[in-house]
């Protein structure tokens, strides 16, 4: 007998009839998308069609419900895609529907593989336990290999664990993956050589179809400590093949450009947990960068939190995973941060230490200061 | 010197110098990222940075401000998913912000490489002058190949010019892809064998990390005559590597499915013609599928007409596509989609004719009869 999964929905609805008729149609928008009197019975109906399994009013200040409907492992076919495809399918396109749970099985945990490192692996890779994490990245686009570079160094000489390309550096002419890559690997070295500490360079490998899988692997040869990645344009199976691959074994991050539209209006979409927290640990990334509360983006202290329970929380076998969160921060925001997110979070902190006074390393020595004193 | 292009956005603001500060937060954010005082002069603040080329107030009913950037192709490197990264990256998480055009230039449009058969190419393909196109899909999943394959040439019979897979079907237990398709293209062989006819039959190729690709060169092998596969789930690059491939040689369809919250919340994400239709192109795909107007989904009907233009208008030399619009249709809409569409259009019809008390072939006859008599 095929095992079931659920996914539970914010829906619109005046009444708990009317909630009841929408929250069907989508059980069956998900599945057989036919007419209901069109459905044959026996194992279609009986089996493949989604089934609703429960139905409340939700309780936010949005009114509504909440309905849990659960699928068939039949339905997914044993394809990642497919399994998000039956989530959130043509239903992404239904005002008044938001995806706000979902719950696995043995067989789907083992199909999307998870994390292979997770928050334990990262913090055992950077010889950090009981303290937050610090990432920042390399920019702006349009400077030379060099100069990105010296930054490079810069961060890893003041405490860093992670230094990351901006997700827009990719191939440009100014700075070739290649060449960018090798420096800045080379120069994230040479200072770990000075300070004795264990920074590692994350190129973004976002790129077209198939070159994505082949920077990685480069990267990785050239010693890589990381890579990052944008499913919204990659796809989003790219970060679980890398992360289901023996013959890669690097962490991934993922970047959330150019899918923004999937949790900024709180009535489609995804909850902002689900989306960044639950997916990207169903994806097989250790972290998920997005943006923070108080930046330059529109996010509530309340949406980041919930990203990061839906990073740490329980989720079958899938590891806890870091929330990273970044745009717009500053060694202002870090005790307001540590109240909000505790230990566990990558803080990404980047433009801010660019035009320190003092220079990037003082500026990032202040940082981890601020962060773990 | 970089040739440049330009984005044009609705963005939200109460006043024309707010509408400034935020447009120049834009050119900012999509490609320096980082803060104003902090962007290095010279060739990085003179070409790479985003630049306000236009603003003005927008006439539509949301009020807020129309705002031109144009950006350097050097910010894009030769990269198709960069180009969409600059287009609507980190901003596409920003609130009140929606693309609503692209100008591309010569070298873009290279880089993008379009449809390879287009509006004309794929009349051609069906021997269709001078009137719509008609398409269906095989559903439910969870029926066995044969019967899925019987309704193939269903479908066939009626003269359908495309039969394709429902998106939710790719490699299901009960009816693999392999056999699945290689079935189908055989029952609707034989039809065309019966009928005269050249009906086609589309594979659904959406699958897990390289899969894609090589289920679109084995279904052609055998006999595909276009392949599905859908952008929001397998990333934005597929269906342009399918079609600049020139061993592959068949068309290339793409479907919405997960990719719903890009245009459904008016001040977020892209307009429906930006997204439906300039982006399919841009993708190199020679027909869209979306939800038509009065069916099952909330698309207007000048969402829906906007989209067709977004297929047929002038965009440098990326040759128009054929909107395909379906979900809930019925042969009773057709002649107020005629109204609408004309004839540059691909009726795409389903679960009606599975449920008509006349069965599918003579529903399918009496459907092409009212769309072009």
Redo the contacts between chains.
Sequence with gaps: MSQRFSVTYWLAAGDAEEARGRAE?VAL?Q?????R????TG??ED??LGRLVALEPDAGSQGGYRATISYAN?????????L???I????????GLRVIDIELNDELEALCGGPRFGAEGLRSRAGASGRPLFMSAI?????GTAALAERAAQFALGGMDFVKD???L?????APFDDRVKACIEAVGEANGRSGGRTVFVPNV?????LA?ERAHKAREWGAGAVML?P???????A??LARDPGFGLPVITH??????????PT??FSHRVFYGLLTRMMGADAVVY?NFGG????SQAECRSIADGCGEAFGRLRPILPAPG?GMSIEKIPQMRAVYGDDVIYLV???L??APEGIVEATRRLVAAATG
Excluded: C, W
Excluded at 37 to 40: E, F, G, L, M, S
Excluded at 74 to 82: A, M, S
Excluded at 258 to 263: E, H, V
């Design positions: 149609a928008e599945t057989l998308e036919i007419p009197d069109a459905v044959p194992y279609v089996v493949m039949d339905d997914v076919g044993g394809d990642f895609l497919q998000l495809n039956i959130f399918g043509n239903s992404s396109i239904l005002d920019k702006p686009v349009g400077l901006d997700h827009g990719v191939d440009q002419a100014t976002t790129a077209e179809t198939g899988i944008a919204g344009l990659l796809g989003f199976d790219v679980r093949t959330p450009t150019f899918s923004g539209a999937n949790t900024i209006t489609t979409g943006p330059r983006f529109g996010f745009g980047g433009g801010a660019m035009r």
